[in-house]
């Protein structure tokens, strides 16, 4: 049988002697914590914050280039893209809303395509005839207001969650035909230099932040034109465009000062 020797045992009683004091100061403090509204009010606080801090990090957030935080809970697959817009094309406008720049002039040359955004992407824009708005957006709406730019792809699915033109009763064949393949075109390069009014655009550009089109989408592009690997005949459908926002290069900033009258 071990016997312990008289060094031994004063070490074991020393060590329980200081647990048990460290037990007794701990009470003690428990004890005056529950007396003290400041002190209870702190360890609730310390309790949020930790809990808050692990609901931050279960959350499934993603940050854009230019460090903005997006959910990617999206009914709409973002194949690794940040956000997604229903789209349409106009064509290029001489007069644009971000300052009056020629839209086909800014891309000219470049590999830029030229977009209109939304009203409700833009800053402040609560009235028709929103001029050289800055990026806006909010409650779900991703904010691109004039001079901001975007790489993304065209997806082969269409007309937003509805997959079909709300004037139809069914989804059309080429519609359908849609949800075989992820994308319909290269990865993209866009900049906004004109404005989609919701007033004449009801069903696809929504006025307010926060609010989503007949499509399902809080985001809107009005293409100035289609790339080239996009047929141009109506009987392709309003394509869905998914999206990372981006600093626009330099070049392309110092061509959009040097036409616009934004101050």
Same mark, same amino acid.
């Given at each position: 049988?071990?016997?312990?020797? &008289?060094?031994?045992?004063?070490?074991?009683?020393?060590?329980? +002697?200081?647990?048990?004091?460290?037990?007794?100061?701990?009470?003690?403090?428990?004890?005056?914590?529950?007396?003290?509204?400041?002190?209870?009010?702190?360890?609730?606080?310390? $309790?949020?914050?930790? #809990? @808050?801090?692990?609901?931050?990090?279960?959350?499934?957030? *993603?940050?854009?280039?230019?460090?903005?935080s997006?959910?990617?809970?999206?009914?709409? &697959?973002?194949? $690794?893209?940040?956000?997604?817009?229903?789209?349409?094309?106009?064509? *290029?406008?001489?007069?644009?809303?971000?300052?009056?720049?020629? @839209?086909?002039?800014?891309? !000219?040359? @470049?590999?830029?395509?030229?977009?209109?955004? !939304?009203?409700?992407?833009?800053?402040?824009c609560?009235?028709? $005839?929103?001029?050289?708005?800055?990026?806006?957006?909010?409650?779900?709406?991703?904010?691109?207001?004039?001079?901001?730019?975007?790489?993304?792809? +065209?997806?082969?699915?269409?007309?937003?969650?509805? $997959?079909?033109?709300?004037?139809? !009763?069914?989804?059309?064949?080429?519609?359908?035909?849609?949800?075989?393949?992820?994308?319909?075109?290269?990865?993209?390069?866009i900049?906004?230099?004109?404005?989609?009014?919701?007033?004449?655009? /009801?069903?696809?550009c &929504?006025a307010? &932040?926060?609010? /989503?089109? !007949?499509?399902?989408? +809080?985001?809107?592009? *009005? +293409?100035?034109?289609?790339?080239?690997?996009?047929?141009?005949?109506?009987?392709?459908?309003?394509?869905?465009f998914?999206?990372?926002?981006?600093?626009?290069?330099? *070049?392309? /900033?110092?061509?959009?000062?040097?036409?616009?009258?934004? #101050?």
């Open positions: 049988m071990y016997e312990l020797r &008289p060094p031994a045992m004063i070490w074991i009683l020393s060590v329980f +002697f200081a647990v048990c004091m460290a037990d007794e100061r701990a009470l003690q403090e428990d004890a005056e914590c529950a007396a003290s509204a400041d002190c209870s009010l702190n360890a609730l606080q310390m $309790g949020s914050a930790a #809990k @808050t801090s692990d609901e931050e990090d279960s959350t499934e957030n *993603d940050i854009d280039e230019e460090g903005v997006s959910h990617t809970n999206s009914s709409i &697959p973002l194949h $690794g893209y940040h956000h997604w817009a229903t789209t349409t094309m106009y064509g *290029d406008a001489p007069h644009a809303a971000c300052g009056g720049i020629n @839209t086909k002039e800014l891309t !000219a040359g @470049t590999r830029y395509h030229s977009v209109a955004s !939304a009203q409700a992407m833009w800053k402040d609560n009235r028709p $005839g929103c001029w050289c708005g800055q990026s806006g957006g909010g409650h779900g709406t991703t904010g691109m207001g004039c001079l901001s730019c975007a790489k993304g792809r +065209f997806l082969c699915s269409a007309y937003g969650v509805v $997959g079909h033109h709300v004037g139809l !009763a069914e989804v059309s064949s080429e519609a359908q035909e849609s949800t075989s393949c992820p994308f319909r075109s290269e990865e993209l390069l900049v906004v230099s004109d404005i989609c009014p919701h007033a004449p655009n /009801k069903a696809w &929504p307010s &932040p926060g609010h /989503k089109n !007949a499509y399902g989408s +809080f985001n809107h592009l *009005d +293409f100035s034109n289609y790339p080239d690997s996009i047929p141009h005949n109506p009987s392709i459908p309003n394509l869905n998914v999206f990372s926002r981006i600093e626009c290069p330099a *070049d392309l /900033k110092q061509r959009y000062r040097s036409m616009t009258r934004c #101050k």
